[in-house]
């Protein structure tokens, strides 16, 4: 059974006390020959036992839509935790302990940020067009008008994603010189591209669109 062996990824960014968080692959035997909708479907069990063995399965679990915009949402009371997906949103902030935030990605990256001074945690998704529109410095903008965040104390994760030669753009670091733009200072990224590990990762690209997804998971502890 898929949910046997679940290739749950920890990043040494934000493997802290405070924080729980993981980075769901390839989940082995799921056929996610199918479009996107069919294979979050025959994805959904693996997905949830992730988070039920991270210990999140009792959190209200929040997503976005994923539209490529710059949208960011602020989860901060109940209203927010239905519907999910949010709608038109391609990230997530919240400060609620009782909140598990979710992106998925393939190929795009998850760009997970964490202030650890005021405990406020983001989730953003992020591909070459949510990049080009600059979401993640929307993101720690929003951080710091929202939560008091001062850029210098974040923490961010970026996800495995594309990268050349198999894209032609390295959206990957042009986010981290977003991030550092606005005044980040700690900026993780261990340089690992999904369309070259089809074994561990899905890939859009490789896959021409017909790939399941992985699903970032990040929580205040």
Same mark, same amino acid.
């Given at each position: ?15 802290? %006390?405070? $924080? ?6 390839? +989940? ?14 025959? $994805? ?40 999910? %997906? ?5 990230? $997530? ?16 990256? *998850? +760009? ?11 989730? +953003? ?30 923490? +961010? ?6 990268? %050349? %030669? ?10 981290? *010189? ?37 699903? *970032? ?5």
């Amino acid at each position: 059974m898929a949910t046997d062996f679940l290739p749950v990824e920890r990043f040494a960014a934000l493997s802290v %006390p405070d $924080l729980v968080h993981g980075f769901v692959g390839r +989940v082995p035997g799921i056929d996610v020959n199918a479009d996107r909708a069919a294979a979050l479907e025959r $994805l959904e069990l693996p997905h949830r036992e992730a988070r039920r063995k991270l210990g999140l399965g009792d959190r209200h679990f929040v997503t976005a839509e994923q539209v490529h915009g710059r949208e960011v949402a602020l989860i901060e009371s109940d209203r927010e935790f239905a519907p999910s %997906p949010l709608a038109g949103a391609d990230g $997530l902030l919240t400060n609620r302990s009782d909140v598990c935030l979710g992106i998925y990605v393939a190929d795009c990256c *998850a +760009v997970a940020l964490y202030d650890p001074v005021r405990r406020a945690i983001g989730l +953003v998704h992020a591909g070459k067009q949510g990049t080009d529109l600059g979401i993640a410095r929307v993101a720690i903008q929003k951080m710091r008008e929202c939560f008091g965040t001062a850029p210098p104390d974040l923490v +961010v994760q970026l996800s495995p994603c594309i990268r %050349p %030669p198999w894209y032609e753009v390295d959206f990957a670091s042009t986010i981290t *010189a977003q991030c550092r733009a606005e005044g980040v200072v700690r900026v993780a990224d261990e340089g690992i591209c999904t369309a070259a590990n089809p074994d561990r990762y899905y890939s859009y690209r490789r896959e021409k669109g017909r790939t399941g997804r992985m699903l *970032a998971l990040l929580a205040l502890a």
